[in-house]
């Protein structure tokens, strides 16, 4: 579907991106190889809220919507402290305190389906700064935290009525991480104003802890994470005149939790109420909240904030998990401007997703972060489009076989369908809260088509190709005249000058290459051969005289 949409003398431009998986959208590799993880898993409590959430990432940038844990029967699980996660490598690993205090345990085996257990592995005399900190390695799962007095205890979830308590006190909750056969737990100390250490000791039991290493820093919870052979340590220093007005973060790195190299500093915030650390080498993630806000600085680039929320503090892990499919707008340019003095462009990117047969499926998000990319930007002029407005994630099946899938229903098959939709507009002055809230009302409207089309679909076997293109193609379409509805876009509200909707088009994905033509559609078609594909998104309107070009990405993590 393609032509032009005039809104009150107004131009629409909408690209639809769609990728139909069946399993995941896999590149080549040997056979019985499982797929690659998502680099970053995040537990979390949102501020306002005592549901505990997690989140998914291919590079600590672009996140997965939230995933709420909930027990056998649905029930959300809540916390009155931060949660905790780790991984062995096969389940991944959660802890929290609820508003009992009672210490709740949940486990997952891809970082998205959890099963929190209905019984709670005790009660225990803490508070709001508990902080608990998992390591699961060597059939054991260990849970740190601190108690209402200052002392720290480590709790075996094989016999959590008896808590191992370390003989030194702190301030905050500890960090605790399992590498190379030993577990290493880190904890704040004060050694007089303004001169905080961060202590480690290790323990091969989780019974017996040997106190091993120290390095100057404090203020949050020290993070401990391990990969590749390497534990990492993320403590907070204040800053070189040492007040807390310029605070840094640390990061250090050690063979056996005992000798720590100091490898870089990054500048944090004095509001910081929690640090996370995931990594593998060079390849390091650190997370911090400042005032409830996360903010994501990677190993190479500036700190970047999320747009999402954590109370308490955060923790963050590596390991295996689903596959992360990313959609991502990086640049526009204005090949021939609507103004004569040059466009003022942004985008609204809406992420879509729909299991075939399986209701209440559909999934629809934005990140509802808007601005003006540029001002007056002219011809041959781009710009980028920042992760938070054109970058949508979705997480998706472990791969099914090609010989299987001919013959799998569709229920255990597991079909998903995810797409984005991509509204380009050219600013004039209207106020963004009224696009806002104009772009609010999208979500339930594509929700309900999703779940139509797809996910309320009687197909009954993976192979019936025809009825899978079909239903991906109908509801490609009735998403775009969705998002290209002139009676939704009531730009009234702007005065004399309302918001540019641009000229619309459509792109269709298919992320498998057992389907005999291995495309959808002809303008694009991605196998297992291409896992990172390039797009180009031209959106034009000849009789406005109006072309922009985007530059987009489809990567497989």
Known sequence: MSGILLLRGARVVAALIMLMCVGACEEDRPPG???????????????????VETRMSPDGIVWTQPVTLRDQQGNPGTASTA?????????????????????????????????????????????????????????????????????LWVVDITAPSTAVTLPERSGMGPGLAFGDGRFVLSYVVSLGPL????KTLTSTDGATWVEVGQVFGGGVPPALSFADGRFHLVPRTPGPTRELVSVRIQVYSST???????????????????????????????????????????????????????????????????????????????????????????????????RFGRPNSSQVTWSGFLRELGSDVGVGASVEVPPRM?????????????ASVRDTVVGSAQVDVVGAAVVAIDGDGCPLSIVKDLADRVPGLL?????????????????????????????RQRVLERVN????????QCGFDPEDLIDNQVVALVGWDGFPDG?????????????????????????????WTAQARVTYR
Do not use: C
């Open 390 to 402: 054109g970058a949508v994630t979705w997480s998706i099946e472990p791969e099914i076989t090609e």
């Open 447 to 475: 929700r309900s088509e999703l779940e139509n089309l797809i996910a309320g679909s009687t197909l009954r076997r993976v192979a019936d190709i025809p009825v899978v293109r079909g239903r991906v193609d109908a509801a």
């Open 33 to 51: 190889v499982p797929p690659a993880a998502p680099r970053f898993v995040v537990v979390s409590v949102p501020m306002g809220s005592n549901t």
């Open 195 to 198: 001169n905080p250490a961060v």
């Open 485 to 492: 509805d002139r009676s939704f876009w009531d730009w009234v």
């Open 256 to 354: 056996d939790g005992q000798s720590w190299n100091w490898e870089r500093e990054l500048v944090g915030h004095p509001s910081a109420v929690g640090t996370a650390i995931a990594a593998a080498g060079v390849d390091q993630l650190v997370l911090e909240t400042t005032g409830g806000t996360v903010s994501a600085i990677p190993a190479s680039g500036a700190e970047q904030t999320l747009g999402w929320t954590a109370s308490h503090g955060i923790s963050l892990t590596r390991g295996p998990g689903r596959r992360l499919a990313t959609f991502r707008l990086e640049r526009v340019t204005v090949d021939d401007p609507e103004d004569g003095g040059g466009d003022e462009p942004y985008f609204l990117v809406f992420g879509f997703k729909s």
């Open 83 to 151: 949660a905790g996660i780790a991984t062995d490598g096969t389940l991944y690993h959660a802890a929290w305190f609820d508003a009992s205090w009672a210490l709740r345990y949940a486990t997952s085996v891809n970082g998205e389906d959890w099963l929190v257990s209905s019984d709670a592995l005790g009660r225990f005399p803490v508070n709001e700064s508990a902080s608990p900190a998992v390591a699961a390695g060597g059939g054991k799962v260990l849970i740190a935290f601190r108690t209402g007095t200052g002392a």
């Open 519 to 547: 495309e959808i559609n002809q303008t694009f078609a991605l196998r297992r051969t291409r896992p990172d594909s390039a797009l180009t998104l031209s959106f034009r309107n000849t009789d406005m005289g109006a072309a």
